[in-house]
């Protein structure tokens, strides 16, 4: 099993963090650890996963999460790739909050 990067784990919180408030208040997005990925969450809810990040040493991938609450999994490059995900994480965030 590969290591989480806690360094990166932060950085990629706030990336996320950055990205979805401009809809929703700061304090509702939170981390929910795992021992096999970094989960990000609203309202302290583990029901209501935004995104799944696994950041190991030598691959990366985000878990976006679809209105069927189904993940797709996606490799990334590094952390900042994140960014290209902004209308997914937004879209999951709109469907909890609306439905």
């Known amino acids: 099993m590969e290591s989480l990067n806690k360094t990166e784990e932060l950085e990629a919180f706030k990336?996320?963090?950055?990205?979805?408030?401009?809809?929703?208040?700061?304090?509702?997005?939170?981390p929910s650890n795992a021992k096999t990925?970094?989960?990000i969450v609203l309202d302290n809810n583990n029901r209501r996963t935004i995104c799944r990040l696994y950041l190991g040493?030598?691959?990366?991938?985000?878990?976006?999460?679809?209105?069927?609450?189904v993940e797709t999994r996606t490799q990334i490059a590094?952390?900042?790739?994140?960014?290209?995900?902004?209308?997914?994480?937004?879209?999951?965030?709109?469907?909890?909050?609306?439905h």
């Not at 963090?17 to 939170?30: Q, W």
């Not at 902004?86 to 965030?93: A, E, G």
Request: charged share 30%; net charge positive.
């Open 78 to 98: 590094s952390i900042h790739d994140i960014l290209k995900f902004s209308d997914d994480l937004m879209f999951t965030v709109y469907n909890y909050d609306n």
């Open 37 to 39: 990925y970094f989960a």
């Open 15 to 30: 990336i996320v963090k950055n990205i979805l408030g401009k809809k929703v208040k700061s304090e509702r997005i939170t």
């Open 57 to 69: 040493p030598k691959k990366k991938y985000i878990g976006t999460i679809s209105n069927r609450k």
